[in-house]
């Protein structure tokens, strides 16, 4: 019976301690959270304690310019102050808010149709990379054993490489309208800051989408040469 008891009151300790570990949370400026144990806060770091799928603890340490707020044993610590020297221009309002969109477009923001479509024009410039047109054969110049135009026909080039840089930089420019449903802080529908913040990170995920799309196709499409080429 007192083993037991004993064996509960451990698991009970040992739950509660996991739930205190689990109150700890740290948010960035950039709308990333990270969760933990925090263990010391000072001028420069935030130091807290993790653990990852297996189980395993390890230490982490974030400079405490880059956060905004923190929530230790249930309460929360504002960090960010507005300072022009420090380039903080936006006030501690202002910041909350911009954090939020950036936290917000982590989380609901999926650029799908940026990534489909650059694999698509990826893959489309690397098939198109080794067509071998008539008008190269005909040329007088041309050194080769093919007699037809066609695909698969002539050796890839870095063209194709082109194509990840445009449109990286092409879908950087254009903003779109955020819709209701991909808002967390509902409350915060047409606030400036907050847009700000979620444009912010929405963009940086239309980037490395189209980048990560366009490679992708471009290999795929290297694989394809290789397996059909004559």
């Keep these: 019976m007192t083993l037991r008891l004993l064996g509960f009151l451990f698991f009970i300790n040992g739950f509660i301690a996991f739930g205190q570990a689990e109150k700890d949370s740290i948010l960035l400026l950039n709308g990333r959270v990270y969760k933990g144990t925090i263990t010391s806060v000072d001028d420069q770091l935030l130091k807290f304690t993790e653990i990852d799928k297996k189980g395993n603890s390890f230490t982490s340490e974030i400079a405490t310019y ?4 923190y929530t230790q044993n249930g309460q929360d610590n504002t960090l960010y102050k507005q300072d022009e020297f ?7 309002d202002e910041a909350k808010n911009a954090t939020l969109g950036s936290y917000d ?7 799908r149709f940026v ?8 893959y489309s410039a690397s098939l198109f990379d080794t067509y071998l047109p008539q008008s190269a054969i005909d040329n007088p110049n041309y050194i080769g054993s093919e007699t037809s135009p066609g695909l698969f026909k002539k050796s890839p080039t870095i063209f194709p490489f082109l194509v990840p840089a445009l449109l990286t930089v092409s879908w950087s420019l254009p903003s779109f309208r955020i819709k209701e449903h ?3 802080q509902k409350h915060l529908l047409n606030n400036e800051s907050y847009y700000r913040g979620y444009h912010r990170i929405s963009k940086q995920k239309r980037m490395l989408s189209a980048l990560k799309g366009s490679l992708i196709g471009i290999g795929a499409g290297m694989v394809t040469y290789a397996v059909f080429k004559p």
């Excluded at 420090?86 to 501690?92: A, G, Q, S």
């Excluded at 477009?105 to 650029?111: D, Y």
């Excluded at 990534?115 to 990826?122: A, D, V």
Aim: without cysteine; charged residues 15%; hydrophobic residues 50%.
């Design 66 to 69: 880059r956060i905004f707020s």
């Design 86 to 92: 420090k380039d903080n221009f936006l006030t501690v």
């Design 182 to 184: 991909q808002m967390i």
């Design 105 to 111: 477009a982590r989380q609901t923001f999926k650029p």
């Design 115 to 122: 990534f489909w479509s650059s694999f698509i024009l990826g």
